[in-house]
Protein backbone atom coordinates (compact mmCIF):
# COMPACT_ATOMS: atom_id res chain seq x y z
CA UNK A 1 0.00 0.00 0.00
CA UNK A 2 3.22 2.12 0.79
CA UNK A 3 4.35 1.70 -2.29
CA UNK A 4 1.10 2.10 -4.56
CA UNK A 5 0.78 5.43 -2.78
CA UNK A 6 4.43 6.96 -3.15
CA UNK A 7 4.09 5.69 -7.01
CA UNK A 8 0.99 7.81 -6.85
CA UNK A 9 2.15 10.80 -5.53
CA UNK A 10 5.20 10.75 -8.23
CA UNK A 11 2.69 10.21 -11.20
CA UNK A 12 0.68 13.59 -9.53
CA UNK A 13 4.12 15.66 -9.35
CA UNK A 14 5.49 14.36 -12.49
CA UNK A 15 1.97 14.73 -14.29
CA UNK A 16 2.15 18.56 -13.47
CA UNK A 17 5.94 18.95 -14.63
CA UNK A 18 4.76 17.17 -17.71
CA UNK A 19 1.69 19.64 -18.65
CA UNK A 20 -0.42 16.37 -18.26
CA UNK A 21 -3.40 18.29 -16.28
CA UNK A 22 -6.74 20.43 -16.86
CA UNK A 23 -8.86 22.90 -15.13
CA UNK A 24 -10.40 21.47 -12.07
CA UNK A 25 -13.94 22.60 -11.15
CA UNK A 26 -13.72 25.06 -7.80
CA UNK A 27 -9.96 25.18 -8.36
CA UNK A 28 -8.10 27.16 -5.97
CA UNK A 29 -11.57 27.47 -3.40
CA UNK A 30 -9.53 25.21 -1.12
CA UNK A 31 -6.38 27.15 -1.01
CA UNK A 32 -8.24 30.29 -0.30
CA UNK A 33 -10.11 28.91 2.27
CA UNK A 34 -7.54 27.42 4.50
CA UNK A 35 -4.98 29.29 7.12
CA UNK A 36 -1.83 30.11 6.65
CA UNK A 37 -0.51 27.55 8.78
CA UNK A 38 -2.61 24.73 7.64
CA UNK A 39 -1.82 21.90 5.26
CA UNK A 40 -3.32 22.50 1.56
CA UNK A 41 -3.29 20.44 -1.35
CA UNK A 42 -5.20 22.44 -4.02
CA UNK A 43 -3.90 21.86 -7.62
CA UNK A 44 -5.68 21.20 -10.97
CA UNK A 45 -6.99 17.93 -12.77
CA UNK A 46 -4.21 15.25 -13.59
CA UNK A 47 -5.10 14.07 -17.00
CA UNK A 48 -4.20 10.31 -17.73
CA UNK A 49 -4.67 8.89 -21.44
CA UNK A 50 -5.36 5.25 -22.01
CA UNK A 51 -4.47 3.50 -25.33
CA UNK A 52 -6.78 0.77 -27.06
CA UNK A 53 -4.32 -1.33 -25.41
CA UNK A 54 -4.95 -0.18 -22.08
CA UNK A 55 -1.46 1.50 -21.66
CA UNK A 56 -1.23 5.10 -19.94
CA UNK A 57 0.71 8.12 -20.44
CA UNK A 58 0.86 11.66 -18.94
CA UNK A 59 1.32 14.35 -20.89
CA UNK A 60 3.02 12.13 -23.44
CA UNK A 61 4.84 10.33 -21.23
CA UNK A 62 4.16 6.48 -20.10
CA UNK A 63 3.15 6.09 -16.69
CA UNK A 64 5.33 3.32 -15.76
CA UNK A 65 8.72 5.23 -17.03
CA UNK A 66 7.44 8.30 -15.02
CA UNK A 67 6.62 5.93 -11.71
CA UNK A 68 8.27 3.18 -12.23
CA UNK A 69 5.21 1.52 -11.77
CA UNK A 70 2.87 -0.44 -13.70
CA UNK A 71 -0.34 1.16 -15.26
CA UNK A 72 -2.33 -0.31 -17.46
CA UNK A 73 -6.09 -1.12 -18.13
CA UNK A 74 -7.31 -4.43 -19.46
CA UNK A 75 -7.95 -4.26 -23.02
CA UNK A 76 -11.12 -5.29 -23.73
CA UNK A 77 -12.49 -2.84 -20.26
CA UNK A 78 -10.82 -0.36 -22.63
CA UNK A 79 -13.05 -1.69 -25.34
CA UNK A 80 -16.05 -2.34 -23.78
CA UNK A 81 -15.78 1.54 -22.33
CA UNK A 82 -15.21 2.87 -26.07
CA UNK A 83 -18.45 0.93 -26.95
CA UNK A 84 -20.66 2.38 -24.41
CA UNK A 85 -19.24 5.89 -25.60
CA UNK A 86 -17.57 6.68 -22.26
CA UNK A 87 -14.90 8.86 -23.25
CA UNK A 88 -13.46 10.10 -20.26
CA UNK A 89 -14.18 9.69 -16.10
CA UNK A 90 -13.28 12.07 -13.32
CA UNK A 91 -12.86 12.11 -9.69
CA UNK A 92 -12.58 15.36 -8.02
CA UNK A 93 -12.41 15.68 -4.45
CA UNK A 94 -12.94 18.59 -2.77
CA UNK A 95 -13.89 20.28 0.66
CA UNK A 96 -17.64 19.27 0.11
CA UNK A 97 -17.13 15.74 -1.32
CA UNK A 98 -16.27 13.74 -4.49
CA UNK A 99 -17.68 14.29 -7.67
CA UNK A 100 -17.65 11.72 -9.97
CA UNK A 101 -17.95 12.56 -13.29
CA UNK A 102 -18.41 10.77 -16.67
CA UNK A 103 -18.25 12.36 -20.17
CA UNK A 104 -17.66 15.59 -17.85
CA UNK A 105 -20.79 15.59 -16.24
CA UNK A 106 -21.77 15.04 -12.54
CA UNK A 107 -22.68 10.97 -12.50
CA UNK A 108 -24.00 8.29 -9.99
CA UNK A 109 -21.62 7.41 -7.17
CA UNK A 110 -20.57 11.56 -6.28
CA UNK A 111 -21.52 12.20 -2.77
CA UNK A 112 -21.43 14.84 -0.02
CA UNK A 113 -19.15 14.56 3.31
CA UNK A 114 -17.19 15.81 5.68
CA UNK A 115 -14.45 15.14 8.56
CA UNK A 116 -17.23 13.47 10.81
CA UNK A 117 -18.97 11.37 7.99
CA UNK A 118 -15.45 9.90 6.78
CA UNK A 119 -14.72 9.23 10.39
CA UNK A 120 -18.39 7.55 10.41
CA UNK A 121 -17.09 5.14 7.65
CA UNK A 122 -13.77 4.22 9.36
CA UNK A 123 -15.59 3.54 12.52
CA UNK A 124 -18.00 1.16 10.59
CA UNK A 125 -15.02 -0.90 8.50
CA UNK A 126 -13.10 -1.53 12.23
CA UNK A 127 -15.92 -2.85 13.83
CA UNK A 128 -17.07 -4.91 10.66
CA UNK A 129 -13.58 -6.25 10.60
CA UNK A 130 -13.37 -6.79 13.98
CA UNK A 131 -16.66 -9.04 13.98
CA UNK A 132 -16.78 -10.71 10.74
CA UNK A 133 -14.25 -12.34 7.90
CA UNK A 134 -13.76 -8.94 6.62
CA UNK A 135 -9.96 -8.00 7.29
CA UNK A 136 -9.53 -5.87 4.08
CA UNK A 137 -11.48 -3.18 5.79
CA UNK A 138 -10.07 -2.98 8.81
CA UNK A 139 -6.56 -2.02 6.68
CA UNK A 140 -8.59 0.25 5.08
CA UNK A 141 -10.05 2.02 7.98
CA UNK A 142 -6.50 4.15 8.81
CA UNK A 143 -6.75 5.70 5.88
CA UNK A 144 -10.04 6.81 5.88
CA UNK A 145 -8.73 8.30 9.56
CA UNK A 146 -5.59 9.78 7.72
CA UNK A 147 -7.66 11.49 5.56
CA UNK A 148 -10.57 13.03 8.03
CA UNK A 149 -8.70 15.59 9.42
CA UNK A 150 -7.44 17.22 6.30
CA UNK A 151 -10.47 16.41 3.91
CA UNK A 152 -11.39 19.96 4.39
CA UNK A 153 -8.20 21.42 3.10
CA UNK A 154 -8.02 18.91 0.33
CA UNK A 155 -8.59 20.16 -3.61
CA UNK A 156 -7.41 17.18 -5.98
CA UNK A 157 -8.97 15.27 -9.28
CA UNK A 158 -7.82 13.00 -11.85
CA UNK A 159 -9.07 12.57 -15.50
CA UNK A 160 -8.73 9.34 -17.21
CA UNK A 161 -9.21 9.48 -21.03
CA UNK A 162 -9.84 6.47 -23.10
CA UNK A 163 -10.15 6.36 -26.89
CA UNK A 164 -12.97 8.36 -28.48
CA UNK A 165 -15.63 5.85 -30.59
CA UNK A 166 -14.82 5.71 -34.84
CA UNK A 167 -16.86 8.97 -36.31
CA UNK A 168 -17.70 10.15 -32.87
CA UNK A 169 -17.32 14.13 -31.99
CA UNK A 170 -14.69 14.67 -28.80
CA UNK A 171 -16.73 14.97 -25.63
CA UNK A 172 -15.13 18.34 -23.61
CA UNK A 173 -13.63 17.47 -20.18
CA UNK A 174 -16.19 19.30 -18.38
CA UNK A 175 -19.95 20.12 -19.44
CA UNK A 176 -22.40 22.01 -17.64
CA UNK A 177 -24.13 20.20 -15.28
CA UNK A 178 -28.09 18.91 -16.66
CA UNK A 179 -29.76 19.54 -13.41
CA UNK A 180 -31.73 22.45 -14.12
CA UNK A 181 -33.06 23.80 -10.84
CA UNK A 182 -34.48 20.78 -9.54
CA UNK A 183 -33.26 22.38 -5.88
CA UNK A 184 -35.55 25.39 -6.39
CA UNK A 185 -38.96 23.32 -7.61
CA UNK A 186 -38.18 21.52 -4.45
CA UNK A 187 -38.20 24.89 -2.28
CA UNK A 188 -40.88 25.94 -4.45
CA UNK A 189 -42.81 22.89 -3.87
CA UNK A 190 -42.54 22.69 0.20
CA UNK A 191 -43.15 26.57 0.17
CA UNK A 192 -46.98 26.10 -0.82
CA UNK A 193 -47.44 23.25 1.23
CA UNK A 194 -48.52 22.69 5.01
CA UNK A 195 -46.39 19.66 5.98
CA UNK A 196 -43.77 17.97 3.82
CA UNK A 197 -44.53 14.44 2.59
CA UNK A 198 -43.18 11.89 5.33
CA UNK A 199 -42.97 7.93 5.56
CA UNK A 200 -40.88 5.84 8.16
CA UNK A 201 -40.71 2.56 7.19
CA UNK A 202 -38.91 0.21 10.61
CA UNK A 203 -38.02 -3.24 9.88
CA UNK A 204 -37.04 -5.76 12.27
CA UNK A 205 -34.75 -8.25 11.35
CA UNK A 206 -34.52 -12.19 12.88
CA UNK A 207 -31.40 -13.79 13.20
CA UNK A 208 -32.72 -16.22 10.07
CA UNK A 209 -33.20 -13.32 7.69
CA UNK A 210 -36.92 -13.06 8.22
CA UNK A 211 -38.27 -9.72 8.89
CA UNK A 212 -41.08 -7.68 10.03
CA UNK A 213 -42.90 -4.10 9.63
CA UNK A 214 -45.35 -3.35 12.67
CA UNK A 215 -48.08 -6.11 12.10
CA UNK A 216 -46.61 -7.13 9.22
CA UNK A 217 -44.71 -10.35 8.69
CA UNK A 218 -42.71 -11.01 5.81
CA UNK A 219 -44.85 -14.17 4.67
CA UNK A 220 -47.84 -11.95 4.91
CA UNK A 221 -46.23 -8.73 2.68
CA UNK A 222 -44.79 -11.70 0.28
CA UNK A 223 -47.97 -13.07 -0.33
CA UNK A 224 -49.64 -9.65 -1.32
CA UNK A 225 -46.80 -8.89 -4.04
CA UNK A 226 -46.87 -12.87 -5.05
CA UNK A 227 -43.25 -12.90 -4.48
CA UNK A 228 -42.96 -15.52 -1.73
CA UNK A 229 -39.81 -16.50 -0.27
CA UNK A 230 -37.74 -13.97 -2.39
CA UNK A 231 -37.34 -10.86 -0.01
CA UNK A 232 -35.18 -12.49 2.97
CA UNK A 233 -31.77 -11.61 4.24
CA UNK A 234 -29.30 -14.58 4.18
CA UNK A 235 -28.84 -15.22 7.51
CA UNK A 236 -24.81 -15.03 7.25
CA UNK A 237 -25.60 -11.42 6.23
CA UNK A 238 -27.74 -10.45 8.81
CA UNK A 239 -24.85 -12.15 11.58
CA UNK A 240 -22.20 -10.30 9.72
CA UNK A 241 -23.62 -7.28 10.30
CA UNK A 242 -24.58 -8.21 14.07
CA UNK A 243 -21.03 -9.63 14.96
CA UNK A 244 -19.73 -6.26 13.42
CA UNK A 245 -21.89 -3.99 16.09
CA UNK A 246 -24.29 -2.75 13.49
CA UNK A 247 -27.22 -2.46 15.37
CA UNK A 248 -29.20 -0.50 12.87
CA UNK A 249 -28.83 0.69 9.59
CA UNK A 250 -30.97 3.71 8.01
CA UNK A 251 -31.43 5.06 4.79
CA UNK A 252 -33.40 8.20 4.05
CA UNK A 253 -33.97 10.59 1.08
CA UNK A 254 -32.76 14.39 1.34
CA UNK A 255 -33.43 17.11 -1.79
CA UNK A 256 -29.32 16.46 -1.96
CA UNK A 257 -29.61 12.26 -2.14
CA UNK A 258 -29.52 9.36 0.01
CA UNK A 259 -28.26 9.57 3.22
CA UNK A 260 -26.84 6.21 5.11
CA UNK A 261 -26.44 6.12 9.55
CA UNK A 262 -24.54 3.40 10.87
CA UNK A 263 -26.01 3.24 14.66
CA UNK A 264 -27.10 7.33 14.72
CA UNK A 265 -23.71 7.91 13.07
CA UNK A 266 -23.86 9.58 9.76
CA UNK A 267 -21.90 8.60 6.37
CA UNK A 268 -21.38 10.27 3.31
CA UNK A 269 -24.63 11.49 1.32
CA UNK A 270 -25.25 9.73 -2.29
CA UNK A 271 -26.12 13.02 -4.50
CA UNK A 272 -28.89 13.22 -6.94
CA UNK A 273 -29.47 16.75 -6.87
CA UNK A 274 -27.00 17.87 -9.50
CA UNK A 275 -27.91 16.13 -12.56
CA UNK A 276 -26.41 12.27 -11.91
CA UNK A 277 -29.69 10.82 -13.06
CA UNK A 278 -29.84 13.04 -16.33
CA UNK A 279 -26.02 12.62 -16.76
CA UNK A 280 -26.77 8.55 -17.41
CA UNK A 281 -30.15 9.08 -19.60
CA UNK A 282 -27.46 11.15 -21.58
CA UNK A 283 -24.52 8.23 -21.56
CA UNK A 284 -27.69 5.64 -22.69
CA UNK A 285 -28.84 8.22 -25.44
CA UNK A 286 -25.64 8.13 -27.22
CA UNK A 287 -23.98 4.44 -26.59
CA UNK A 288 -25.81 1.92 -28.78
CA UNK A 289 -25.12 -1.10 -26.49
CA UNK A 290 -27.35 1.01 -23.93
CA UNK A 291 -30.47 0.81 -25.73
CA UNK A 292 -33.20 -0.19 -24.71
CA UNK A 293 -32.48 1.37 -20.70
CA UNK A 294 -34.31 4.82 -22.07
CA UNK A 295 -37.51 4.32 -20.34
CA UNK A 296 -36.39 2.64 -17.42
CA UNK A 297 -33.85 5.72 -17.01
CA UNK A 298 -36.73 7.96 -17.65
CA UNK A 299 -38.87 6.48 -14.89
CA UNK A 300 -36.13 6.96 -12.73
CA UNK A 301 -35.48 10.44 -13.61
CA UNK A 302 -39.21 10.98 -12.96
CA UNK A 303 -38.77 9.40 -9.83
CA UNK A 304 -36.43 11.49 -8.42
CA UNK A 305 -38.36 14.78 -7.67
CA UNK A 306 -41.09 12.90 -6.36
CA UNK A 307 -37.96 11.70 -3.80
CA UNK A 308 -36.32 14.75 -3.25
CA UNK A 309 -40.14 16.50 -1.46
CA UNK A 310 -40.66 13.17 0.53
CA UNK A 311 -39.22 12.33 3.81
CA UNK A 312 -38.62 8.56 3.06
CA UNK A 313 -36.28 6.87 5.95
CA UNK A 314 -36.46 2.97 6.18
CA UNK A 315 -34.39 1.68 8.95
CA UNK A 316 -33.51 -1.68 9.65
CA UNK A 317 -32.61 -2.97 12.72
CA UNK A 318 -30.78 -6.16 13.84
CA UNK A 319 -30.73 -8.65 16.03
CA UNK A 320 -28.32 -8.78 18.66
CA UNK A 321 -25.82 -11.06 19.09
Known sequence: MKNWFVGLALVCILGLVAAGCAPRPGGGQTAAMAGDDELVVDLPSIVIDVASDGSTSI???????????SVAFPADSVS??????????????????????????????SMQY?????G????????LAQGAALTALGDLAPIVNILSPVVDNLGIGIIVKFPVPAGVEPIPLLMDSMSGNAIDDVEGFLA???Q???ISVPIFLAEDGNWSVGDLDQAMVEG????????????????????GGVQELQV?????????AVNGHGLPVFTWSNGEIESLIALEQSAPALAGLGEVLELVSNIVPLLQITDVTITLVFPSM
Open 59 to 69: GGFDVEDLSGQ
Open 80 to 109: GLTNLNVQHIGIDMHPEGLTLRVNGLPFLG
Open 114 to 118: DSESL
Open 120 to 127: GIANVMES
Open 192 to 194: NVE
Open 196 to 198: QPR
Open 224 to 243: LIGAQGTLGLPPETVAMMSL
Open 252 to 260: STTDHGLAI
